[in-house]
């Protein structure tokens, strides 16, 4: 017996150390791709732990200033369609963050297969992201994915009140949970409500999904052409004005946050009050389509011009394009009419302004919108996230509990963090650290939304940063 198991555990050693061997060497050296507008939170926070992050992003310039002060860290230039480069640079590390689009995720994974290293991303499991779980896991490798603010910290709140109520006999009928990253109140000062610290595509496009979710039992949808229609005046504190509405596919968090006792389940985005309708009208306009036209081919057109053939008006004046848009929407009366039309013109659709580059209404839509709605020096961002649970004890008792994150950034030109950078950066940076550590010893695509992996992340994030939301019983 004693032979036997001797021989057992000399195998298991084998092929621990076989899968540890990929990680020698390299266990403090992770490889950061892009440079974008979260990034710099993660890589401080893995320089203060002493770990060595090698930037890499397509322009030199850009991954440079992200290591400004960083005495850990290295710029590369790497383009990431460039496989055998991509792998080249991830086998000299013992762990990738992906921060690039979503879309090249799945590449990237691959790549991390290959070299059998570990990955980190912010971002939602794709179905091509999922489908490397089993390859993943024969690599030994852990892919630790939804680490950010929406989705991350939303995953380790709602994971804590649902396995807190289901252990003391409750159950969740109703989940409700809206994020938005804002101005701070005072800033946000046009006709949207809004700014922008990125590309403005994101935030128009995300405007166009469908949604899916459950209410009262039943599974409903919200076209995406309909979906900006639908918002909602919804309370938190008093003091802020927020319109809600839902936001994609919430139906597979029945399974995924284990409550298939929810009647009702809505995951959505908050904005301020008035930027809902106005964005409907932008798209029932044609503003947010990406179709191309002849007669947007010219930078050097103006906004009239273009935006009355766009809307289908017979001349460029004031009056025929304040009909065409007439005809094309519908107000709510007679105050948000006068001020959309403002907003509209706030923008420049009405003016001899260029359209710029684009070719389409979204794209030069966009540009238009990042010129004139950039934060401003000494401006601040705000982040919002709450979620609200419906429960019901095993003695017929009905309780409705918050957990609530209202966050507001350090002011642009500070050096400091936006809201959204912190809540995004250090998550990920945390998450990095633990699967570096073997706090995190789980193989394959993961996401934290059990307690397994979800409550080590929460408490060293309240305990070590003071990340956190406010729990508290409404009635």
Known sequence: MLDCQQTINSDQFTVEMDAMLPFVGTSKKVLLLGAGFVTRPTAVELDKAGIKVTVACRTLESATKLCEGLPHSNAISLDVSDNAALEREIGQVGLVISLIPYTFHAQVIKAAINQKKHVVTTSYVSDAMMALDQEAKDAGITVFNEIGLDPGLDHLYAVKTITDVHKEGGKITSFLSYCGGLPAPENSDNPLGYKFSWSPRGVLLAARNTAHYYKDGKKETT?????????????IYPGYAFEAY?????TPFRERYNIPEAQTLIRGTLRYQGNPAFVQTLRDLGMLSEDKHDFMQNPDATWKESFAKIVGSSTSSDNDLVWAVSSKTKFADTDEKDRILAGLRWIGLFSDEKIGSGGNP????????????QYEKGERDFVMLQHKFGIQWADGRRETRTSTLCEYGEPEGSGGYSAMAK???????????MVLSGEIKEKGILAPVTPELAEPIRVKLQKDYGIELIEKTLA
């Open 246 to 250: 839902p936001n994609r596919d919430s």
């Open 423 to 433: 809540l995004v950066g250090v998550p990920c940076a945390v998450a990095v650290q």
């Open 223 to 235: 076209p995406g052409d309909k979906l900006m229609s639908t918002a909602k005046p919804y309370q």
């Open 362 to 373: 979204l794209d030069c839509l966009c540009g238009s919108l990042e010129k004139k709605m």
